[in-house]
């Protein structure tokens, strides 16, 4: 069966790219980006081919100029000047002195001169564009000026050809717009078939998480051979999917040893209560009583182990404190009516910063694990180790609780399996000593909660447990 899938509701609102596929957006946006960089780049090549070909006017027109200045310089200057290729359609002037035209091209003779400016010094030549005057309404021409050195002063002479205007050959038109369309369907061609090459993988990941559910979580997705971001989504899509495994295994094995914790003092309350009901004249109702009260005590200490739990699985938060962890310990020590000798050092002024109701849970836990193995004492220690150890948890120092009694102790291979929930252990732990083995789980939690940690460390005799939280410099 396919699990369930979300669809856009009447109230999400879908843009139109959302609509599209990764590959077709991916396509979409190379094309564009392609589009737009051929039609920049035909701008440049035409604007760059009219630049030229001003260029090469201007130096045309320079060089009709620098044919007369040399007849100018030769004292020829009464000569009549050859007239100008009918290509460039140039013009050229000479102007002397006081301004007058002593030689002109035939189309400029009988003409004013063609434009008023003239090179400064120490400059030769200069070049702009004059419209109207000499050459009409509406026309311009790019005019260069030459000052030539004659007879002692300084002469100038005008060159021009009509300013070429910005057009673009109909045939470079055509062919830029063709090679920038075959250009871009290439490219977004190209981008879509390598996008969709490159999400295969993705799809097969998806189709396998598709077909994954509550009862096959034992399965993974494929993880493609090349490493690259693909790699890094099926890695991190199977780790999740290892943790969720890991979750649903602790919440079934979690429910049914809860269930049958619960099941037990349920089982004995009723048969005591079917048993007074059978031999009502036979019945101690004070007997009956005091068993019934035990069994649900019982029922209430397991109830509030799992409610701890929860509350602790889920992160609720807690009010935090400067604590003295030895002061603490003490105040746990006189509420309670311990079965064996207590054994404490508990110097002040070792401070940590927590929560504490939970801290005191923590170390009522350890006492009750501690008393209830011993077999004639429990030593009980509070210092303080200001050397950090490189963990960044304690990097201000750390204060330690230790409990060690003197009974059997836990086997090496086994100091972990104590920590999980509803785990007892042959040799140490039964229901008969009491207990449904959760106040080791809650004790480790609390203290990683609150930034430490909570381990089982080698001992001559016993369980020796060892409780490490960060200090507090608060005072």
Not at 125 to 132: A, S
Not at 271 to 279: F, Y
Not at 374 to 397: C, M, N, Q, T, Y
Not at 419 to 425: E, G, P, V
Request: aromatic share 4%.
């Amino acid at each position: 069966m396919r699990p369930w899938k979300a669809v856009p509701g009447v109230g999400d609102r879908v843009g139109f790219g959302d609509q599209w596929s990764i590959k077709s957006r991916v396509a979409l946006f190379t094309g564009t980006a392609v589009a737009l960089l051929c039609v920049a780049f035909s701008v440049v090549l035409v604007w760059a081919l009219h630049q030229a070909a001003s260029r090469h006017l201007v130096s045309e027109v320079t060089a009709a100029g620098e044919r007369a200045a040399y007849q100018v310089e030769r004292a020829r200057d009464g000569a009549v000047l050859p007239p100008e290729s009918p290509a460039l359609e140039g013009s050229v002037q000479v102007v002397g002195p006081g301004g007058e035209v002593r030689a002109a091209t035939p189309d400029m003779r009988g003409k004013p001169p063609m434009a008023r400016f003239r090179p400064e010094a120490p400059q030769l030549r200069t070049v702009q564009e004059v419209c109207g005057g000499v050459f009409g309404a509406g026309r311009c021409r790019v005019v260069v000026a030459q000052r030539v050195y004659h007879d002692g002063r300084d002469w100038t002479v005008y060159s021009a050809a009509p300013v070429r205007t910005f057009d673009v050959p109909p045939g470079l038109v055509a062919g830029l717009v063709a090679g920038s369309a075959l250009v871009t369907a290439t490219v977004a061609y190209g981008a879509r078939r390598s996008v969709r090459r490159a999400l295969t993988p993705v799809k097969a990941i998806s189709a396998e998480l598709d077909e994954i559910n509550t009862s096959e979580l034992g399965r993974r997705v494929p993880v493609p051979a090349g490493r690259g971001e693909i790699y890094d989504l099926a890695q991190s899509v199977n780790y999740t999917l290892d943790r969720l495994e890991e979750t649903f295994d602790q919440q079934r094995r979690f429910t049914s040893d809860a269930s049958h914790e619960l099941r037990s003092p349920i089982t004995a309350i009723r048969a005591q209560v079917e048993d007074a009901l059978l031999a009502p004249e036979e019945t101690d109702v004070r007997e009956i009583g005091e068993a019934v009260l035990r069994s649900i005590d019982r029922l209430q200490a397991i109830a509030a182990d799992l409610l701890t739990l929860t509350r602790l699985d889920a992160g609720a938060p807690c009010e935090r404190e400067p604590l003295d962890l030895g002061r603490l310990v003490a105040d746990e020590l006189g509420h309670r009516r311990a079965v064996h000798t207590m054994v404490p050092r508990l110097p002040p002024g070792v401070t940590v910063r927590g929560d504490r109701i939970r801290l005191g849970r923590l170390i009522t836990n350890l006492l009750d694990n501690a008393d209830r193995h011993a077999a004639s004492s429990v030593s009980l220690e509070v210092r303080r180790d200001e050397s950090p150890d490189g963990d960044p948890r304690f990097l201000s120092g750390t204060a330690v609780l230790e409990v060690l009694d003197d009974g059997t102790g836990i086997p090496g291979d086994q100091r972990e399996r104590v920590f999980q929930r509803f785990t007892r252990l042959d040799t140490a732990r039964s229901r008969g000593a009491g207990g449904a083995g959760l106040g080791l789980p809650i004790a480790r939690q609390i203290a990683e909660s609150h930034g430490g940690t909570l381990t089982i460390i080698d001992s001559p005799q016993g369980a020796r447990f060892l409780l490490r939280l960060p200090l507090s410099r608060e005072p």
